[in-house]
């Protein structure tokens, strides 16, 4: 298994592995690898956390 740290990369992988295969069985539009790339990054989400700061209470 993969390490956490690499979580992003691999899941890029794995996007691009299934948008092939829904390509291979006609379930997608035929397009170029360059396409899906770009397609995968614009979809890609991205964790935006705002920073915690602890208060007293």
Do not use: D, H
Not at 11 to 25: D, F, G, M, T, W
């Amino acid at each position: 298994m993969p390490p956490l740290k690499e979580i992003q990369q691999v899941s890029r992988k794995i996007a691009l592995a299934v948008a092939r295969e829904a390509q291979a069985e006609g379930l997608a539009l035929e397009t170029t690898e360059e396409a899906l790339l770009e397609a995968i990054e614009r979809n890609f989400w991205l964790p935006g956390y705002r920073a915690y700061r602890r208060r007293s209470v």
